[in-house]
């Protein structure tokens, strides 16, 4: 059995029942096989043991009293994965589906993805198994409070700076700043994703979705493509989906379809982004609330079916393992140039392989997304300095950063023999200089 093999397996024993910390895992460790032939002092200094072993692991109990008085016990969660290279980054996801393996998996490729954009920051990721749809006000804000009142012993400006994530967004972020500031009696710079009144950076709502269509951009160049005149289809309409849109028809493009996880709208004429708005971020309403004002659009239950659409680029930005072998070659069947993950492990495996097996250009998240935690590193910057910067630099900025971590990923591909495969590239990139920094510290 191979050295990489026999990690794996010892992955899975260890943490039994996180299937998606196992894929992950699976998925990195793969790509690492030649650089471990090529470097075998990271296998005598323990590398990957101690990469996929988180450096600390937080669950907790927090109670909170609903509108009726009833008193709600929700788990809380926070895995600070790697600080090799900065304090631990990356957000915290409110969600019934969240248990410890999915923020270990979400904690793991944070760290790839961190080392990536070329910024000084760790591997991190938090949240909780709480549900804020249909809740009120005040119980998000009774409920993030007394996640905040566990959590804030922590993290810290220079230690751990959670971010937003699935059911995690301005909102959130205020009612958690305003408890860690009570509590701590300390203004700094402890989360990003803040409103701009109070320390947060212009352009990070954007910058995901921004980031993903910027790093797609560059793939469709490889081709002599463009987004100018094409159609895409972007799953979800959350903050990640909702600004890769506004990027993908600024840039020229139509946008046919979106999502929630109820079902799916097609509008042939091209989505109304402005109404996706007010319906999501406003009113946070369902999105098949959006054919009562287009009634010439299409609203269909099956969220996954979006994937049947015709189209020549595919931005899935909802949640892990939404789009699957089927939906790949359905995909492939209606042409599809270019994939581009916004969301974290969307695509399957199997999805993955139908992908590469057939010249479809594919860009991971960690790669493809990283635009956000860029930004909110550019926001720390920010708080630490005590200056807040215009959109168009922050803007500028984050587009160097995605030309850059494409440029890498490509070059790093193609120096292990493997051109075009964007995963293994920016597998090896991020690993490299984690791995390096963990050299030079010691076995800690
Ligand atoms: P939001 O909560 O703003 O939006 C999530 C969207 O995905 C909603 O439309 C939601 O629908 C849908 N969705 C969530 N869970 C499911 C599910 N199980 N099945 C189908 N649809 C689902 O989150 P974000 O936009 O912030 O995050 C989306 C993805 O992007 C996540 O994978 C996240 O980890 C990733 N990401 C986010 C970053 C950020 O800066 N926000 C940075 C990098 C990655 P509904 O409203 O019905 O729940």
Redesign the pocket.
């Given at each position: 059995m191979s050295y990489v093999q026999e990690i794996l397996e010892q992955v899975i024993k260890r943490n039994a029942n996180e299937p998606e910390f196992h894929q992950a895992v699976k998925e990195v460790m793969e790509s690492l096989e030649l650089v471990l032939e090529r470097n075998p002092e990271y296998q005598e200094l323990g590398i990957i043991e101690r990469l996929v072993e988180p450096e600390r692991q937080i669950i907790f109990r927090v109670p909170w009293v609903d509108d009726n008085g009833k008193v709600q016990v929700n788990r809380g969660f926070r895995v600070q994965f790697n600080s090799a290279i900065g304090p631990y980054k990356g957000?915290l996801?409110f969600?019934p589906?969240v248990n410890l393996g999915i923020i270990k998996f979400?904690g793991f490729e944070q760290i790839f993805k961190n080392s990536l954009t070329g910024l000084p920051i760790g591997g991190g990721k938090g949240g909780s198994d709480f549900d804020p749809?249909g809740k009120s006000d005040n119980e998000i804000m009774s409920f993030c409070q007394s996640f905040m009142t566990e959590l804030y012993r922590h993290i810290g400006a220079s230690t751990d700076v959670p971010?937003?994530?699935?059911?995690?967004?301005g909102r959130e972020i205020g009612y958690l700043f305003g408890q860690y500031k009570r509590l701590r009696n300390i203004y700094e710079g402890v989360l990003t994703?803040k409103g701009l009144t109070y320390g947060g950076s212009l352009a990070r709502k954007e910058?995901?979705g921004f980031g993903l269509v910027y790093f797609t951009e560059e793939m469709l160049k490889t081709r002599g493509e463009s987004f100018a005149g094409k159609n895409v289809v972007v799953?979800?309409?959350?903050?990640?989906?909702i600004y890769a849109m506004q990027k993908a028809i600024e840039l020229g493009a139509k946008v046919l379809a979106c999502?929630?996880?109820?079902g799916y709208i097609y509008d042939k004429e091209g989505i109304d982004l402005d109404l996706v708005k007010k319906l999501?971020e406003i009113e946070r309403k369902?999105?098949k609330e959006y054919v009562n004002e287009h009634p010439n659009a299409e609203y269909h239950d099956n969220?996954n079916d979006i994937w049947s659409i015709k189209c020549d680029i595919g931005l899935p930005?909802?949640?892990?393992n939404?789009l699957d072998e089927k939906s790949a070659k359905t995909l492939l069947a209606n042409g599809v140039i270019v994939v581009g993950e916004?969301?974290?492990m969307?695509c399957t495996p199997e999805a993955v392989t139908v992908f590469h097996a057939n010249n479809i250009l594919f860009g991971p998240?960690k790669a493809a997304?990283a635009g956000?935690?860029a930004t909110s590193a550019l926001e720390m910057s920010q708080n630490k300095m005590n200056l807040s910067w215009s959109f168009e630099e922050v803007e500028s900025q984050l587009k160097q950063i995605m030309i850059d971590i494409h440029a890498n990923a490509a070059i790093v591909a193609e120096e292990y023999g493997v051109k075009d495969n964007y995963v293994i590239g920016a597998n090896i990139a991020g690993f490299l200089k984690v791995a390096e920094a963990m050299k030079a510290q010691g076995i800690v």
């Open positions: 957000g996801r969600h589906s979400l749809k971010a937003g994530d699935i059911g995690v967004g994703g910058a995901t799953s979800g309409s959350g903050n990640v989906a999502s929630d996880s109820n999501k369902r999105i969220c930005c909802a949640t892990q939404e916004g969301a974290n969307p998240g997304n956000g935690v």
